[in-house]
């Protein structure tokens, strides 16, 4: 059973630097979604991919934050220029286009920015 | 906007019941769900609510009631491994797909 994958599993960086996350979702999923955690507070939503196309976007993700899945299977979150607020969980889901659109998430990529 | 509202923190026995609220005020309803997700780990799926009512998944319950903006999740004959972070997430639909969160409640279980 392959579940969704993400990678690195952790990052540190300098502040200003950028780096860039991947997220490998379920094989038969259509749907990626890219949340951020921090600590003791739920997953926000940062944007949704069907298949390549982006189609939405939170107001949480600056134009420092870009997204891409260009082939409608994996999917990469760049953070340019980065800051110590962006510190956080980056946790990518997906699922499939059911009428319960249960989202199924992967570890994880925490970033650190010092 | 989103509200979505639960406990911060609860304690419970092994082997007893646990029940963990959930209230939600948003803009739209399209279905609700709960999440387990333990220190530093993904969340992982327990239940998703729609209708009305108890759904029942072995020791995990999930009810709704959409008039009220509520629901529970129920935890019986608890385990030490059931020690982590509970969380409520609405589906709001009409185009979106995202889930909004609340920000989750801590569970620790005691001996």
């Known amino acids: 059973d392959t579940g969704v994958s993400q990678d690195p599993r952790h990052k540190i960086t300098k502040r200003g630097q950028n780096v860039t996350f991947r997220c490998d979702p379920i094989?038969?999923?259509?749907?990626l979604y890219w949340y951020r955690q921090t600590l003791g507070q739920g997953p926000e939503f940062l944007t949704y991919f069907q298949n390549e196309a982006q189609l939405e976007k939170s107001r949480l993700l600056s134009d420092r934050f870009s997204a891409e899945r260009p082939k409608g299977s994996f999917s990469t979150l760049e953070i340019q220029r980065t800051e110590q607020g962006d510190s956080a969980m980056y946790l990518c889901a997906s699922s499939q286009r059911t009428e319960q659109e249960t989202q199924y998430f992967g570890p994880g990529t925490r970033l650190l920015v010092l | 906007g989103q509200n979505i509202d639960q406990p911060t923190e609860m304690t419970a026995t092994e082997g007893a019941i646990v029940q963990i609220n959930c209230t939600y005020q948003t803009s739209g309803f399209n279905g609700l769900f709960w999440y387990q997700q333990h220190a530093g780990e993904a969340p992982t799926f327990l239940s998703y609510n729609v209708l009305d009512g108890l759904e029942e998944k072995g020791r995990f319950s999930s009810f709704l009631s959409r008039s009220k903006g509520y629901s529970y999740l129920l935890l019986k004959e608890l385990q030490m491994k059931d020690s982590a972070s509970y969380l409520c997430a609405v589906y709001s639909g009409a185009g979106s797909y995202q889930l909004t969160f609340g920000k989750g409640t801590k569970l620790s279980v005691i001996p």
């Open positions: 094989s038969e999923h259509n749907r």
